[in-house]
């Protein structure tokens, strides 16, 4: 990713084909890959981590969440069920992006059930 997105503006390169594809097919991963890099190396670079889990009996709902400190800078990230569930969107739409351009190029043929 660091040779198709360019950092300072969060876009893709246009001269990379995998930015030409994303750009066109996946706009807003660009921008969620450098969140989530950024996330990434916090947490690299010595977080504390706490867990907590809160239940809302009347309105029957369940938030956990983690939370981490980074000890070097005391920037701290949120992260909860959301978060988690974005990043799985995230991940699922550039497989099927893949997978799709994999079918159209013949790199590979679709099960036939």
């Not at 690299?44 to 889990?53: D, E, H």
């Amino acid at each position: 990713m660091k040779r198709t997105i360019e950092e300072e503006t969060e876009d893709f390169k246009t001269g990379n084909p995998v930015g030409r594809f994303l750009k066109d097919s996946f706009p807003e991963y660009a921008k969620w890959f450098l969140e989530f890099r950024e996330w990434r190396n916090e947490i690299k670079n010595g977080q504390g981590v706490n867990f907590s889990v809160s239940q809302d009996f009347i309105d029957q709902k369940i938030e956990m969440r983690v939370g981490m400190v980074n000890r070097l800078n005391n920037k701290r990230i949120d992260v909860g069920l959301g978060t988690l569930e974005n990043a799985l969107n995230v991940s699922l739409e550039l497989t099927r992006l893949v997978i799709a351009l994999g079918i159209k190029e013949q790199l590979f043929t679709s099960v036939k059930t």
